[in-house]
Every structure is written in structure tokens, then in C-alpha cells.
């Protein structure tokens, strides 16, 4: 059966890199699903869950902002960071939570840098603990 190449790299690291079987990726656009013999396509990267198969084999990872690309049965992810839904620490997200909550709370009706900055923080750590809990399940 034919099949993806999937790579998820960030500065750090290679998360990723072998091959699966279908890959969903959240895209500034909306979810996207990749399946062999997909045509060329580019898309920006939210935070959100990435997710594949490898035949009985299930991942799922944790990634920030970035960029795909999908050429050639190959699915390319650059993103600023990402975990496996597995390696999320719970209480480190639930420290970035609270934070994030203090910050809003102090920039409350300032629509700024900071203020968006906080947001989108906040936006990451409660999607780090949606998905660590849903990794327990
Ligand atoms: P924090 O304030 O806790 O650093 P953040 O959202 O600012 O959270 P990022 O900038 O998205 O963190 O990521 C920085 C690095 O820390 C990346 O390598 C990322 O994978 C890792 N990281 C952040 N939060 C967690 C977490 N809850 N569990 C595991 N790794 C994390």
C-alpha cells in the first residue's frame, strides 16, 4: 500500500520521521487530512493536535505555529515546538494556565502585544491539557 513520508521537526528537534499512513494537521485554514498521492499543497500551522497512523500505530502530538508542505507523498512540519500528547507535562501547562490568567487579567481591556501574547499562551496551554488528558484516556 502506498504511503507518506511524515516529518515534525522544530529548531530543537526531529519529533518525527518515518513513514504513516495518513496524517491530520490543524491549518490556519481549518483541519486538513493527507493521504498518499495527495497534490502539492502548503498551509500555515495553528496550535493544535497533529495526529497520524502507521498501520495499527496511533500518534499524536502537540504542535505550535508553523508551516506544511505536502509534496510528493511527503507531509513537512515546521513548527516552533511540539510534544508527543504523551510527554506533556500537566502541571507545567497548568502553571503556563494560571500565568497566562494573571497576565490577562492585568492587561484586561488593553488590546497589545502583551495582551495577545498572553492570549495565545494561554491558548497553547489549555490545548497542552486537552490533549495530555485525552492521551490518558
Ligand atoms: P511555558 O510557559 O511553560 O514555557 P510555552 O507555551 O511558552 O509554555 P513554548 O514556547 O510553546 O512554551 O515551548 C517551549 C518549549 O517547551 C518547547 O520545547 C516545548 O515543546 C516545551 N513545552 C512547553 N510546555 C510544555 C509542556 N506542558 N509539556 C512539555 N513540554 C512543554
Not at 502548503?42 to 504542535?63: A, N
Not at 497576565?103 to 492570549?119: C, H, S, W
Request: net charge negative.
Amino acid at each position: 500500500m502506498a504511503k507518506l513520508f511524515l516529518e515534525v521537526v522544530t529548531p530543537e528537534d526531529a519529533l518525527v520521521s518515518q513513514e504513516v499512513d495518513m496524517v491530520t494537521a490543524p491549518g490556519t485554514e481549518g483541519e486538513f487530512g493527507v493521504l498518499p498521492g495527495h497534490v502539492l499543497f502548503l498551509s500555515g500551522i495553528m496550535p493544535g493536535e497533529l495526529r497520524y497512523t502507521d498501520g495499527s500505530e496511533r500518534g499524536s502530538l502537540f504542535v505550535t505555529a508553523g508551516f506544511a508542505e505536502v509534496s510528493n507523498d511527503r507531509v513537512s512540519v515546521l513548527v516552533d515546538a511540539a510534544e508527543n500528547s504523551t510527554e506533556i507535562d500537566v502541571g507545567r501547562a497548568k502553571l503556563a494556565i494560571e500565568r497566562a490568567r494573571e497576565r490577562l487579567e492585568q492587561e484586561r481591556g488593553k488590546e497589545d502585544v502583551d495582551f495577545r501574547r498572553a492570549e495565545a499562551a494561554l491558548q497553547r496551554a489549555l490545548m497542552r491539557l486537552k490533549l495530555a488528558e485525552k492521551a490518558r484516556l
